[in-house]
């Protein structure tokens, strides 16, 4: 993470040099393009990829329409596995693929239901992200400041996605918390957990940053839900700190740091670690199919740069998205590589406290 700040100028030099014949060779005049987001239309994928949708549009050659369309299933690995079939050749640039952590997380632990190779993919965009888990108000009374202590003796139920999914993080980290927390599997977007926490069926959830912006802090300002904690954010150095898009809310480390049964050292604080950097830092990104050419890779990051350079996209990002940064070109594929690959004492651990806890082996 030390070289992020000299990756981030590589990618503006690049998008400097897409200019002329190179990033206008793809004409998507009168085409429509397809922005495949492999979850529900509730959740924070979907408001990511809406953001994005018409800003694309106005960016690419021919301004074409984008149109988002949703493809749940299986955590993500449905969608995903589709798009390991489809071809550049098949689509000639109307086809983009927009991932999250719970399509990266099957991957990294090998699940044998993974058909999809990121090796095989062309990224051209790269987005940071957050994360707030969050309670009602009558559970957030019983924290003693930051120590979490008083929350080991309820009863938790939560709808999620899966273990081996995105939800990884908080299930672990709720873990080593002593937190007693009982997820229900199989939904097929974090806004349908959102969801069963607004009818009373749950009774803790989190939301990635964009979907918390929109969707819970009304619940916040109303009174029916407390922030608990965020996930945090890195600094350039690598090290865990407060979320910029919420300064305000104290990190899962530091709830840690303050609640005896937790430690922010060891295995489990390494793997929980090595899995939110994976997840999180890098949670979103949008993908070219196999065998695109170089052309259309360049014109899509392009496209993506003059986006993120509009004078207005400071503001409606921070509204929509949070304050998190956006990334093309070489920075987009330094964070692939950071969002895909994890050390293997991680994912041992990791694949041991599936096995022991949920029964899920991964063979």
């Known amino acids: 993470m030390n070289t992020k700040n000299t990756a981030l100028a590589a990618s503006v030099a690049l998008a400097c040099s897409l200019t002329g014949s190179a990033a206008l060779s793809l004409d998507l005049t009168g085409k429509t393009v397809d922005f495949v987001i492999p979850f529900s239309e509730t959740g924070g994928s979907a408001r990511w990829a809406n953001f994005y949708a018409p800003l694309l549009s106005e960016a690419l050659p021919g301004n074409p329409t984008?149109?988002?369309?949703?493809?749940?299933?299986?955590?993500?690995?449905?969608?995903?596995?589709?798009?390991?079939?489809?071809d550049y050749s098949d689509s000639e640039g109307t086809l983009i693929f927009g991932s999250s952590g719970s399509t990266q997380f099957p991957y990294l632990l090998d699940d044998p239901r993974v058909k999809y190779e990121y090796g095989d993919w062309n990224v051209v965009l790269a987005s940071g992200t957050g994360g707030v888990a969050f309670l009602p108000p009558d559970l957030a009374g019983k924290m003693n400041g930051l120590d979490a202590t008083g929350l080991q003796d309820t009863d938790f139920i939560w709808g999620s996605q899966g273990a081996t999914r995105l939800d990884l993080v908080p299930l672990l980290g709720w873990e080593m918390l002593g937190m007693s927390v009982e997820p229900v599997f199989g939904i097929k977007g974090r806004g349908d957990g959102r969801l069963m926490f607004e009818r009373g069926e749950a009774n803790i959830d989190y939301q990635t940053s964009a979907a918390y912006l929109k969707s819970v802090v009304p619940l916040v300002e109303a009174g029916h839900a407390v922030p608990l904690m965020t996930w945090g954010a890195l600094d350039a150095d690598g090290n865990i700190v407060r979320d910029p898009t919420f300064p305000d809310i104290p990190t899962f480390k530091e709830i840690c740091e303050a609640t005896p049964s937790c430690e922010t050292s060891g295995d489990a604080w390494e793997a929980w670690k090595a899995f939110f950097i994976a997840g999180f830092p890098v949670q979103k990104m949008v993908f070219l199919p196999q065998g695109a050419d170089q052309d259309a890779i360049d014109t899509y990051?392009?496209?993506?740069?003059?986006?993120?350079?509009?004078?207005?996209?400071?503001?409606?990002?921070?509204?929509?998205?949070?304050?998190?940064?956006?990334?093309?070109?070489?920075?987009?594929q330094s964070m692939l590589k950071l969002g895909t690959e994890v050390p293997a004492e991680a994912k041992d651990f990791v694949k041991k406290w599936l096995l022991d806890t949920y029964g899920v082996s991964l063979k």
Not at 68 to 77: E, I, L, N
Not at 303 to 331: C, H, I
């Open 301 to 332: 990051t392009a496209a993506f740069n003059e986006v993120t350079a509009r004078a207005d996209f400071k503001e409606l990002s921070e509204n929509t998205l949070g304050v998190y940064p956006q990334m093309t070109g070489d920075t987009a």
């Open 66 to 86: 984008v149109v988002v369309k949703y493809m749940p299933g299986a955590g993500s690995t449905k969608g995903a596995n589709w798009f390991q079939s489809q």
